[in-house]
């Protein structure tokens, strides 16, 4: 079976570009979750998407945004880029959103760099 | 709020020996906790997690971990490190609405 699988591996940006990173969860998976993790900040949840829907963000600006495709896959967008959106942005998967402890899959990231 | 802590930025232990990775948490109601070990350059690989029931919950590659609810805690065991264990590992808990709430993470290095 097929893992979370991100693309690109590595992106590089200039300061005010949108960055556009994209992520394939497991077969037969309903929720993605983002989430970053910046040197220093340690992992911070980002977006969850279920079923096509947001159901929770965390505390980002808005220039964070995102959306699931009807195959589950998912897009997150982050525009204006700052220099410190610098990370690695990770993508994680689960069967579903009801709370009922469902283990979530990371994928390999999208480590972003912002020049 | 929901939290988690790992007391230690770093554990090091010798090849063959036993190793404990701390974790503490605070929540309201019943704590669902999971381990992730993130090797470099790599992204996070769950490990075990506890839901309910047996306070030892068993996982991959050998680890175990022991839910203490008295002490609020959730610590990762090995009975013996391999140096391919180090790398570096985090202690979470699943919050309201979906998300993981990780500790700072513990760097484990096994030295042979």
């Known amino acids: 079976e097929a893992g979370v699988t991100q693309s690109p591996t590595h992106l590089i940006k200039t300061r005010g570009q949108q960055a556009t990173l994209r992520c394939s969860p497991i077969?037969?998976?309903?929720?993605v979750y983002w989430y970053q993790q910046a040197l220093g900040l340690g992992l911070q949840f980002l977006l969850w998407?279920?079923?096509?829907?947001?159901?929770n963000r965390g505390n980002f600006p808005p220039r964070f945004s995102g959306r699931q495709f009807p195959n589950y896959s998912s897009e997150l967008n982050v525009n204006a880029l700052e220099l410190e959106d610098s990370a690695l942005y990770l993508c994680?998967?689960?069967?579903?959103?009801?709370?009922?402890?469902?283990?979530?899959?990371f994928g390999p990231g999208t480590r972003l760099l912002v020049l | 709020a929901q939290s988690v802590a790992q007391p230690e930025d770093q554990v090091n232990v010798a090849e063959g020996n036993p190793l404990t990775v701390k974790c503490t948490y605070s929540?309201?109601?019943?704590?669902?906790l999971f381990w992730y070990v993130q090797y470099p350059n790599r992204g996070l690989q769950f490990l075990l997690k506890?839901?309910?029931?047996?306070?030892l919950v068993k996982g991959s590659y050998g680890f175990e971990a022991e839910f203490n609810k008295s002490q609020t805690s959730f610590h990762l065991k090995k009975p013996s490190a391999l140096v391919s264990d180090s790398a570096l590992y985090f202690c979470?808990?699943?919050?309201?609405?979906?998300?993981?709430?990780f500790g700072q993470g513990t760097t484990l290095q096994v030295k042979p």
């Open positions: 994680a998967s689960s069967r579903d959103g009801t709370g009922r402890g469902e283990t979530q899959y």
């Open positions: 077969s037969g998976h309903t929720s």
């Open positions: 998407y279920d079923e096509g829907e947001e159901r």
């Open positions: 929540v309201s109601g019943n704590p669902y």
């Open positions: 506890y839901i309910t029931g047996d306070n």
């Open positions: 979470a808990v699943l919050g309201n609405t979906g998300k993981l709430i």
